[in-house]
């Protein structure tokens, strides 16, 4: 028996569900596992699901598959067990246990294999029918219950529970003090100094309870540590498509640069092309020039010659004449301009420093303000002044939104009663949106739509980001809503003025469908839903911040007293870990809570250039957009190496 649960525990049971083997699949590297443990595993290998093979869990070794096109749990389910598990498992396996448990267990120690007809729940032992009669004569055994071996569902309810030490006493006791089920007999040897001890059906409700409440831990763990997993899928996809886009701008700045050097190139050689040919056109001028002279001398020689042999000296005297007047008109030919050439002059010294100055840009890894070794460090700033407003730029609220590939910052002019976006793809244009009044705070509905508080004129406007700002609709309230965010698709949450019960929940129409009390906060100014749908909110008059559910149940309020106290909390967000950002405009701060509401660090200040800050937000690559007066300041984050 020693040897064959040694073989069981060693040889025949699956690492990854820690039990015997249940249909064994043996892999190319002889490694073996339950199928359906295989089939689960390989499922999380999406590369080797990819590469058409099966992934060892022990190994990593794969194993080719033959039926390419068929689902994963084809090419698991033809695998077979080798010949040696197999023949262990038919002589040690769960098949074997069970034909040895139909067997009479009495018989079985004289070396005979009687089958077993009848299971005694006290002994928990099997018998058949000549050992049964036995077994019932004894007057020891024969008040034992005892039923048909076949029977599981009996077996299984009757099965006692026998102390392991004396095994034919039955538990009835718990010690609370050592926590452990024990008998009568272990109660009086063992546990006599014990001071706790309770029978075991006082205890198993309790026991029963407390493993349920334990599963319910363990479900939530499962849960969080699944959507974990979930999320760090995701950000490795989101990092991996990231990084592929920087490798495809950086390759497409490198583009434009060898562009402009072959244009530069085209130039020079454009260039040497139109010199060389005003050259040429010189030189090809100057030969036609001497060839049409070279045929007049030729004719004036011929002439002349002729009079010189003539015997009549009046066509001598006449063509002397006529060649004085002729050697005059060319007197000018040997002062004629040689013909220039083209030259190239260069600096390879220069270039060379060029090509090394040259900067397509800066890689940098950046971190995230949840990160609690990170700096701030200023990125860029965007400026919102245009010719078109007619008082200065006062900025409550800023949001990001990605419309595509294009990258849109929407601030809300508080002064010029607008809306007004800037995006990555015209930087040089501000788009803007005229309302009917003052714009508060806005709530981002979707990458392309936002909504946006205009309590003094009881609406809600919703607009469309093209990326440009389009009006959508007009939603007319009941009451003057300053702070708003989004609670779901079709649901807005909503702070208004000095009542008790500060938050409506809205509809997109309008309507009120409850109403939260927010506890000291009486006239939020800024609302902020987080990822599990509580709110947060906050009040200029009110040195505090509260945050409640959904349903109104308080969660925490938190008030900084002495030198953290602040004076003027307004905009909130949160980042992807839960920690809230607060600004607190006049001490030009940002303030970093846990979700809990603990105080962490002070994130920003004056001394990083903040100067009245009021409205926050966070966007998908990690950076923080802060509105300072009329400019939007975005920081990013990297950590400080010590």
Same mark, same amino acid.
């Given at each position: 028996?020693? %040897?064959?649960? =040694?073989? #069981?525990?060693?040889?025949?049971? &699956?690492?990854? *569900?820690? @039990? !015997? $083997?249940? /249909?064994?699949?043996?892999?190319?590297?002889?490694?073996?596992?339950?199928?359906?443990?295989?089939?689960?595993?390989?499922?999380?290998?999406?590369?080797?699901?990819?590469?058409?093979?099966?992934?060892?869990?022990?190994?990593?070794?794969?194993?080719?598959?033959?039926?390419?096109?068929?689902?994963?749990?084809?090419?698991?389910?033809?695998?077979?067990?080798?010949?040696?598990?197999?023949?262990?498992?038919?002589?040690?396996?769960?098949?074997?246990?069970?034909?040895?448990?139909?067997?009479?267990?009495?018989?079985? %120690?004289?070396? =005979?294999? #009687?089958?077993?007809?009848?299971? &005694?729940?006290? *002994?928990? @032992? !099997? $018998?058949? /029918?000549?050992?049964?009669?036995?077994?019932?004569?004894?007057?020891?055994?024969?008040?034992?219950?005892?039923?048909?071996?076949?029977?599981?569902?009996?077996?299984?309810?009757?099965?006692?529970?026998?102390?392991?030490?004396?095994?034919?006493?039955?538990?009835?006791?718990?010690?609370?003090?050592?926590?452990?089920?024990?008998?009568?007999?272990?109660?009086?040897?063992?546990?006599?100094?014990?001071?706790?001890?309770?029978?075991?059906?006082?205890?198993?409700?309790?026991?029963?309870?407390?493993?349920?409440?334990?599963?319910?831990?363990?479900?939530?763990?499962?849960?969080?540590?699944?959507?974990?997993?979930?999320?760090?899928?995701?950000?490795?996809?989101?990092?991996?498509?990231?990084?592929?886009?920087?490798?495809?701008?950086?390759?497409?700045?490198?583009?434009?640069?060898?562009?402009?050097?072959?244009?530069?190139?085209?130039?020079?050689?454009?260039?040497?092309?139109?010199?060389?040919?005003?050259?040429?056109?010189?030189?090809?001028?100057?030969?036609?020039?001497?060839?049409?002279?070279?045929?007049?001398?030729?004719?004036?020689?011929?002439?002349?010659?002729?009079?010189?042999?003539?015997?009549?000296?009046?066509?001598?005297?006449?063509?002397?004449?006529?060649?004085?007047?002729?050697?005059?008109?060319?007197?000018?030919?040997?002062?004629?301009?040689?013909?220039?050439?083209?030259?190239?002059?260069?600096?390879?010294?220069?270039?060379?420093?060029?090509?090394?100055?040259?900067?397509?840009?800066?890689?940098?890894?950046?971190?995230?303000?949840?990160?609690?070794?990170?700096?701030?460090?200023?990125?860029?700033?965007?400026?919102?002044?245009?010719?078109?407003?007619?008082?200065?730029?006062?900025?409550?609220?800023?949001?990001?939104?990605?419309?595509?590939?294009?990258?849109?910052?929407?601030?809300?002019?508080?002064?010029?009663?607008?809306?007004?976006?800037?995006?990555?793809?015209?930087?040089?244009?501000?788009?803007?949106?005229?309302?009917?009044?003052?714009?508060?705070?806005?709530?981002?509905?979707?990458?392309?739509?936002?909504?946006?508080?205009?309590?003094?004129?009881?609406?809600?406007?919703?607009?469309?980001?093209?990326?440009?700002?389009?009006?959508?609709?007009?939603?007319?309230?009941?009451?003057?809503?300053?702070?708003?965010?989004?609670?779901?698709?079709?649901?807005?949450?909503?702070?208004?003025?000095?009542?008790?019960?500060?938050?409506?929940?809205?509809?997109?129409?309008?309507?009120?469908?409850?109403?939260?009390?927010?506890?000291?906060?009486?006239?939020?100014?800024?609302?902020?839903?987080?990822?599990?749908?509580?709110?947060?909110?906050?009040?200029?008059?009110?040195?505090?911040?509260?945050?409640?559910?959904?349903?109104?149940?308080?969660?925490?309020?938190?008030?900084?007293?002495?030198?953290?106290?602040?004076?003027?909390?307004?905009?909130?967000?949160?980042?992807?870990?839960?920690?809230?950002?607060?600004?607190?405009?006049?001490?030009?701060?940002?303030?970093?809570?846990?979700?809990?509401?603990?105080?962490?660090?002070?994130?920003?200040?004056?001394?990083?250039?903040?100067?009245?800050?009021?409205?926050?937000?966070?966007?998908?690559?990690?950076?923080?957009?802060?509105?300072?007066?009329?400019?939007?300041?975005?920081?990013?984050?990297?950590?400080?190496?010590?």
């Amino acid at each position: 028996m020693a %040897t064959a649960k =040694k073989l #069981t525990d060693n040889h025949l049971t &699956c690492v990854i *569900c820690t @039990e !015997v $083997f249940t /249909d064994p699949a043996t892999l190319q590297c002889h490694h073996t596992f339950c199928k359906s443990c295989l089939l689960k595993y390989t499922k999380t290998q999406p590369e080797a699901v990819q590469a058409k093979s099966i992934p060892c869990p022990s190994c990593r070794q794969l194993t080719k598959v033959t039926t390419l096109d068929s689902p994963v749990e084809e090419w698991v389910s033809q695998l077979k067990p080798s010949h040696v598990i197999q023949g262990l498992m038919d002589d040690f396996g769960p098949g074997a246990e069970a034909a040895d448990a139909n067997v009479c267990s009495v018989c079985k %120690t004289q070396g =005979k294999t #009687t089958p077993a007809t009848s299971w &005694c729940s006290v *002994c928990d @032992e !099997v $018998f058949c /029918d000549g050992c049964l009669k036995m077994h019932n004569i004894m007057p020891m055994s024969r008040d034992h219950d005892v039923v048909d071996v076949l029977n599981a569902t009996k077996r299984k309810a009757r099965h006692r529970f026998m102390c392991k030490t004396h095994k034919d006493k039955q538990i009835e006791l718990f010690c609370k003090d050592c926590k452990m089920a024990i008998c009568h007999t272990c109660c009086s040897i063992k546990h006599r100094k014990c001071d706790d001890v309770d029978t075991l059906d006082n205890m198993t409700p309790l026991v029963r309870e407390h493993l349920s409440n334990q599963n319910q831990e363990l479900k939530i763990k499962m849960t969080t540590s699944e959507n974990i997993t979930i999320l760090r899928k995701f950000q490795i996809k989101e990092f991996q498509t990231n990084a592929q886009n920087i490798k495809d701008e950086i390759r497409n700045i490198r583009q434009r640069v060898v562009e402009v050097i072959l244009s530069k190139e085209k130039q020079l050689l454009d260039k040497v092309d139109r010199s060389s040919d005003e050259q040429l056109h010189e030189l090809q001028a100057e030969i036609k020039s001497q060839e049409i002279e070279l045929q007049m001398y030729q004719q004036q020689y011929e002439f002349t010659a002729n009079a010189v042999t003539s015997n009549c000296e009046r066509d001598m005297y006449a063509v002397y004449e006529s060649v004085g007047e002729a050697s005059t008109d060319n007197g000018d030919t040997g002062n004629r301009l040689a013909a220039g050439r083209v030259v190239f002059t260069h600096d390879m010294d220069k270039l060379s420093k060029a090509v090394e100055e040259l900067q397509l840009g800066e890689v940098a890894v950046v971190r995230g303000v949840s990160d609690r070794q990170s700096t701030p460090v200023l990125h860029h700033t965007i400026d919102f002044v245009s010719d078109g407003g007619k008082r200065d730029i006062h900025l409550n609220d800023v949001t990001v939104l990605t419309v595509g590939d294009i990258t849109v910052t929407i601030v809300a002019d508080y002064h010029n009663k607008s809306l007004k976006t800037y995006h990555t793809s015209d930087p040089n244009t501000l788009g803007n949106l005229l309302l009917s009044n003052w714009p508060w705070q806005i709530a981002k509905l979707s990458e392309s739509q936002i909504a946006v508080s205009v309590p003094s004129s009881k609406e809600i406007v919703t607009v469309n980001v093209t990326p440009d700002p389009v009006l959508l609709s007009t939603i007319k309230t009941s009451k003057m809503y300053f702070a708003l965010s989004t609670l779901s698709p079709s649901q807005l949450a909503a702070g208004t003025c000095r009542q008790p019960h500060s938050v409506d929940i809205l509809d997109m129409t309008g309507r009120i469908l409850k109403s939260i009390n927010t506890g000291v906060i009486r006239s939020p100014d800024y609302i902020h839903v987080t990822s599990n749908n509580n709110l947060i909110v906050s009040e200029r008059r009110v040195n505090s911040l509260v945050c409640v559910t959904s349903e109104g149940e308080a969660v925490f309020t938190y008030t900084p007293t002495a030198d953290r106290a602040w004076t003027w909390p307004w905009g909130i967000t949160t980042t992807s870990t839960g920690d809230i950002l607060l600004v607190d405009r006049d001490s030009h701060k940002v303030i970093k809570l846990t979700e809990s509401g603990q105080f962490v660090r002070d994130v920003l200040t004056h001394q990083d250039g903040l100067k009245d800050p009021r409205g926050i937000c966070l966007d998908g690559n990690g950076f923080l957009y802060v509105t300072c007066g009329r400019c939007v300041s975005v920081f990013k984050f990297k950590k400080t190496v010590k």
